[in-house]
Nanobody, 117 residues
Framework: QVQLVESGGGLVQPGGSLALSCAAS????????MTWFRQAPGKERELVAG????????RYGNSVKGRFFVSRDNAKSTLYLQMNSLKAEDTGLYFC??????????RGQGTQVTVSS
């Protein structure tokens, strides 16, 4: 079955960096667009970044442009998110999902990112 397992979250000070990973299994990873979302307590789910099947198309949420970078390794069936210059407002549960916008059909359990001094 489809599995998406995120890792790499943790506590980081403002201005710091974290690198998240999402290990995919149970489907042909290279055939799907992939997306990172995040959700903070009391807030709606927010798009962080999306990447096309062949990495030719990448999109970012407005709040993370220039600070976060999404990538993928189709040979390893893994999605990545490099997060730099982290801010307190970046705190939340980050999860990866298979698909893009209306085609999202599976998501992982998420990894918690907390930005605090």
């Amino acid at each position: 079955q489809v599995q998406l397992v995120e890792s790499g979250g943790g506590l980081v000070q403002p201005g710091g960096s974290l690198a998240l990973s999402c290990a995919a299994s149970g489907f042909t990873f290279s055939l799907y667009d992939m997306t990172w979302f995040r959700q903070a307590p009391g807030k709606e789910r927010e798009l962080v970044a999306g990447i096309g099947r062949s990495t030719g198309v990448i999109r970012y949420g407005n709040s993370v442009k220039g600070r976060f970078f999404v990538s993928r390794d189709n040979a390893k069936s893994t999605l990545y998110l490099q997060m730099n210059s982290l801010k307190a407002e970046d705190t939340g549960l980050y999860f990866c999902a298979r698909g893009w916008l209306a085609t999202v059909d599976y998501r992982g359990q998420g990894t918690q990112v907390t930005v605090s001094s």
